[in-house]
C-alpha cells in the first residue's frame, strides 16, 4: 500500500465472532458466514464485507533493534553479557491457519469457538473457509522480545601461578548462547529472515535457536 512500509501486513481487521444468529442478521459478513465465524470490520461502511474492506492492519519492520552489552573484570575473574531485542512490529503466525491431514495443530485451536459464549476470538475449527482463508489481524502477533544472546564467565590464573607452571597464560571459562528469550510471541521465535522481501515477517514454521552451552580452556605456553 502506499505510504506504508514494504512488506506490510494488508488484510481484514478481525474484531470478534459470531455468536449466534442474532449477530449473524445484525452485522455486516462475508457470504456463506454462520455463528462461530469471524467479525471483520467494514472499513468502507458499506454494510457489506468485501475485499475493499482490506486494509493495513500491521508491520513487519520493527520500529526499534535493541542491542546491549558489558563486561567486568576484577581478581582474575572475568565476566561479559550481551542482550538484543526488538520491539515495535508484528508477526503473521502462518502456523495458526487450519490444516488438512495429520498435521499438528497450535494449542490456540483449544480456545477455539464451539458454542455461544465460548470463545470471542478463535472462530470454530474447520478444514477452510472464511476464518482460514482470508488473511486477518487474527494471524498477526506481537512481535516484541529479548533475548539473552550470550553471557560468558571466566578466570585467569595470576602470574606467579603461571610462572611455576611456565605458562603466559591459562584461562577457563563457561559461556552460554540464546539461554532465556522473553517474547510475547507464541510461536519459536519472532526473529524471522526471509529472501523475498514480500515474505518478511512470516512464520511458516521456522526452526528455533539453538541453546549453547561451552566450556573452554586458553592455554598458552
Same mark, same amino acid.
Given at each position: 500500500?502506499?505510504?506504508?512500509? *514494504?512488506?506490510?501486513?494488508?488484510?481484514? #481487521?478481525?474484531?470478534? *465472532? &459470531?455468536?449466534?444468529?442474532? %449477530?449473524?442478521? @445484525?452485522?455486516? +459478513? *462475508?457470504?456463506?458466514?454462520?455463528?462461530?465465524?469471524?467479525?471483520?470490520?467494514?472499513?468502507?461502511?458499506?454494510?457489506?464485507?468485501?475485499?475493499?474492506?482490506?486494509?493495513?492492519?500491521?508491520?513487519?519492520?520493527?520500529?526499534?533493534?535493541?542491542? =546491549?552489552?558489558?563486561?567486568?573484570?576484577?581478581?582474575?575473574?572475568?565476566?561479559?553479557?550481551?542482550?538484543?531485542?526488538?520491539?515495535?512490529?508484528? *508477526?503473521?503466525?502462518?502456523?495458526?491457519?487450519?490444516?488438512?491431514?495429520?498435521? #499438528?495443530?497450535?494449542?490456540?485451536?483449544?480456545?477455539? !469457538? +464451539?458454542?455461544?459464549?465460548? $470463545? #470471542?476470538? %478463535?472462530?470454530?475449527?474447520?478444514?477452510?473457509?472464511?476464518?482460514?482463508?482470508?488473511? $486477518?489481524?487474527?494471524?498477526?502477533? $506481537?512481535?516484541?522480545? &529479548?533475548?539473552?544472546? @550470550?553471557?560468558?564467565?571466566?578466570?585467569?590464573?595470576?602470574?606467579?601461578?603461571?610462572?611455576?607452571?611456565?605458562?603466559?597464560? &591459562?584461562? =577457563?571459562?563457561?559461556?552460554?548462547?540464546?539461554?532465556?528469550? !522473553?517474547?510475547?510471541?507464541?510461536?519459536?521465535?519472532? %526473529?524471522?529472515?526471509?529472501? #523475498? =522481501?514480500?515474505?518478511?515477517?512470516?512464520? /511458516?514454521?521456522?526452526?528455533?535457536? /539453538?541453546?549453547?552451552?561451552?566450556?573452554?580452556?586458553?592455554?598458552?605456553?
Amino acid at each position: 500500500c502506499r505510504g506504508n512500509p *514494504v512488506g506490510a501486513c494488508y488484510g481484514y #481487521n478481525a474484531i470478534g *465472532v &459470531l455468536q449466534n444468529e442474532t %449477530e449473524l442478521e @445484525n452485522y455486516p +459478513h *462475508v457470504a456463506n458466514a454462520q455463528p462461530g465465524d469471524l467479525i471483520f470490520e467494514d472499513v468502507n461502511g458499506d454494510g457489506v464485507i468485501s475485499p475493499e474492506d482490506r486494509t493495513v492492519i500491521g508491520q513487519p519492520t520493527p520500529s526499534v533493534i535493541l542491542g =546491549v552489552n558489558a563486561g567486568v573484570q576484577a581478581y582474575g575473574f572475568d565476566f561479559s553479557i550481551e542482550f538484543n531485542g526488538q520491539f515495535g512490529y508484528e *508477526v503473521a503466525n502462518a502456523k495458526r491457519s487450519s490444516r488438512f491431514g495429520l498435521y #499438528n495443530f497450535e494449542s490456540v485451536f483449544l480456545d477455539r !469457538w +464451539h458454542g455461544e459464549g465460548t $470463545s #470471542n476470538t %478463535e472462530p470454530r475449527l474447520t478444514t477452510a473457509g472464511i476464518n482460514y482463508d482470508n488473511f $486477518s489481524s487474527r494471524f498477526l502477533e $506481537s512481535g516484541n522480545f &529479548l533475548r539473552l544472546r @550470550n553471557v560468558q564467565l571466566g578466570y585467569s590464573l595470576p602470574e606467579s601461578v603461571l610462572e611455576r607452571l611456565r605458562l603466559t597464560r &591459562l584461562r =577457563v571459562y563457561v559461556s552460554g548462547t540464546n539461554l532465556m528469550t !522473553w517474547q510475547d510471541y507464541s510461536g519459536y521465535m519472532p %526473529e524471522l529472515y526471509n529472501n #523475498n =522481501v514480500f515474505d518478511v515477517g512470516i512464520d /511458516a514454521g521456522k526452526y528455533p535457536l /539453538a541453546k549453547s552451552v561451552l566450556f573452554g580452556l586458553d592455554l598458552s605456553f
